[in-house]
């Protein structure tokens, strides 16, 4: 019985089949391009489907971590750990998404991708809605890309408005919502675009623009930002106001038609006057800390690196420090070309010069560095690369060298005439001339070196020996070479000011000459420690004559040639050294506090007469005088 029944559900089955294939040859006859068409799509379909394997495959190869990794000025901090200016790379400040104003969040999504959170990176309604419009419109009128395909784009280089393009941007887009969240792709959407006028990420646009953080954003001016994304240069609201307010606009009304706000949210959006904060300096890095600083990076970090940007770079300046002294340069300069006597240089030849360069005692660390009058006009670095005749300013290491070699600041020198007879005859004829021309009998020593007395200092000189003041000179940095000849006592050797103040740093330090630096500590994103400062020290005096030499100095600014400076307003105790070369040629003050050390020069870059009988206690001291009288004296005492 189960037998034939079997067999007869066998012959059933068969015989269906046999029907089925007779109807299928029977339609292939009737309708043999159905056919044709229904394999044509499989076949394309199963074509489609290899191509989207193969490009989902070559998505697989990219590092999703570029998406996070982003271009951003290197930032560099002052003394207090305060932003004080940015460098390299692009003008961005990354913003994590909870300091972002969901105001602005939605204002994207509405402007960009209002299907954002529904779709998986690419939108098949979106492409549908996209190929509808520009047929009824004509042309490439809408796009189609989702928020996530455009992050791919801006985050990869994946070539040309191409289809190959496109395929491996969708590709991409499907990997990054499979790998990141929604808030993730926000959030590095957000800190990537450009929002035109040099302004990368929504946090710097927002400080740019409106003056505050992107956490602060008004619904008004997330609405703005959202509507430069699409053409951020023309509708910059630097560039056209009116342009970026009626962008805002759409962008509002949008909102409120898919119920992002109601209409209270919308009119006061609508009514809100946009206050524009005042337009930022193109370029804030330009001026003299800032070339010093790039100077110095140049020397500890390969060029690729400070490309990249991104980096922390700490440093030793004082902000308010540095103003001062850039202000003081400039308005003491301009005081000296109001004077009786003053000339003018020709047309289109440089006007008087300045230079300055102040340096913590106690580490090295350059508080304040000003090159030149004016940066812009001139980038030629005096403070660094210009090399002058020292003068007097080179009188106390000749003084230090001879208390090294036994004599006292309460021994007695001759203040005549140098003779003949006091000169190795292999030297030859040797006259310097006193200031004031006159000459004199037997005067302390520390006296000839408060009054800086010329041929007094000769004296004391060739009592420590020509060879001792050279070397000692060479050890303090003042110049590589110099030779044993008795001009060096008065300064007849070219330095720069910034090896010259950093030498006076000893007479600070017991004898130890401190390596000036303005770089503390440069760290990458990451916080690795990149370059660390050493803060070097090297001593060339011994502590006895640095500290009897410093006490000279003292006297100095309270009885000598800086005398004046209590009549300029000095009140804190100071020690330093006044310098003139031949016809007032170059004009120097060299002195310090206890724990800041600053030097003044002021002259022609082509040198020239600065002022018929000008020195430096009345070209160089008073700006001097006007910045260490304006250093905090928590941070500096004296």
């Known amino acids: ?82 932003v ?45 809605r996209a190929i509808v419009r520009n047929l009824l419109l004509g042309g490439a009128r809408e796009g189609a890309s989702t928020l996530t395909q455009q992050l791919a784009r801006n985050s990869f280089p994946l070539g040309g408005k191409t289809l190959h393009r496109k395929l ?103 009514a809100e006057p946009i206050r524009l904060a005042p337009r930022p300096d ?16 140049s020397l500890v970090l390969p060029e690729d690196r400070l490309a990249g940007g991104g980096l922390r770079i700490s440093t030793t300046l004082d902000a308010r420090l540095q103003e001062t002294a850039e202000r003081a340069l400039s308005r003491r300069l301009a005081e000296i070309e109001r004077r009786p006597g003053y ?41 660094f690369d210009a090399r002058r005749p020292a003068g007097s300013t080179a009188k106390p290491f000749v003084y230090a060298a001879a208390f090294a070699h036994g004599l006292r600041p309460g021994d007695r020198v001759s203040d005549a005439r140098l003779g003949a007879h006091e000169l190795p005859a292999s030297l030859g004829r040797y006259q310097p001339e006193n200031s004031d021309r006159r000459y ?13 007395r010329n041929t007094a200092s000769v004296r004391v000189g060739l009592r420590a020996g020509l060879p001792a003041v050279a070397a000692t000179l060479e050890r303090a940095g003042l110049a590589p070479q110099i030779a044993p000849f008795p001009s060096i006592c008065l300064g007849a050797f070219e330095t720069t000011l910034k090896d010259l103040t950093a030498a006076y740093t000893a007479f600070a330090n017991d004898g130890v000459r401190l390596q000036p630096h303005l770089i503390e500590k440069v760290t990458d994103a990451d916080g690795t420690v990149l370059f660390q400062s050493t803060h070097g020290r090297i001593r060339f005096l011994d502590e006895k004559s640095a500290r009897a030499t410093g006490e000279v100095l003292t006297e100095v600014v309270t009885r000598g040639t800086a005398a004046n400076a209590r009549n300029l307003g000095l009140r804190k105790r100071a020690a330093g050294k006044t310098g003139t070369t031949d016809a007032s040629r170059d004009a120097w003050f060299i002195g310090y506090l206890r724990s800041l050390t600053c030097g003044v020069w002021v002259g022609f870059d082509q040198p020239r007469t600065i002022l018929r009988g000008g020195y430096g206690a009345d070209l160089a001291l008073p700006i001097w005088v006007d910045v260490m009288q304006a250093a905090d004296p928590k941070a500096y005492p004296d």
């Open 282 to 297: 193109a370029a804030p890095e330009e001026n003299w800390a800032m070339e010093t600083i790039r100077r110095e990076l």
């Open 440 to 452: 004199g009998g037997d005067i302390r020593v520390e006296d000839a070196l408060v009054h800086s």
């Open 343 to 383: 000339q003018p240089p020709a047309a289109g030849a440089q006007p008087l010069q300045g230079a300055l360069i102040a340096i913590d005692n106690r580490t090295g660390g350059i508080r304040a560095v000003v090159g030149g009058r004016n940066f812009r006009n001139s980038r030629y670095h005096r403070a």
């Open 168 to 270: 491996i941007e969708a590709a991409l887009a499907f990997r990054i919502e499979t790998e990141l969240t929604k808030e993730e792709i926000l959030a590095a959407y957000m800190n990537r675009i450009y929002f035109g006028s040099g302004f990368y990420g929504v946090d710097t646009a927002s400080r740019a623009y409106f003056g505050h953080p992107a956490a602060d954003l008004s619904l008004g001016e997330a609405a703005l930002l959202a509507g430069l994304i699409r053409s951020p240069t023309r509708l910059s609201p630097f560039n056209n106001l009116e342009a970026s307010r009626r962008n805002r606009d759409v962008v509002l009304k949008r909102m409120r038609e898919i119920n992002l706000i109601d209409d209270a949210q919308l009119t006061a959006a609508l």
């Open 1 to 82: 019985m189960l037998v034939r029944k079997k067999a007869t559900l066998r012959r059933l089955w068969l015989r269906t089949a046999r029907r089925g294939r007779a109807r299928q040859r029977v339609a292939r006859r009737r309708h043999p391009f159905l056919v044709a068409a229904l394999k044509l799509g499989f076949a394309a379909l199963l074509l489609w489907s290899l191509v989207a394997l193969a490009y989902y495959g070559w998505a697989l190869t990219f590092d999703l971590a570029t998406i996070r990794d982003m271009p951003q000025r290197s930032v560099v901090l002052d003394r207090n750990g305060q």
């Open 84 to 128: 004080y200016s940015r460098l390299a790379g692009e003008n961005r400040i990354v913003a994590p998404f909870d300091k972002i104003s969901p105001f602005f969040v939605e204002a994207l999504i509405t402007r960009e991708d209002t299907r954002f959170y529904s779709h998986r990176g690419v939108d098949p309604i979106g492409i549908a």
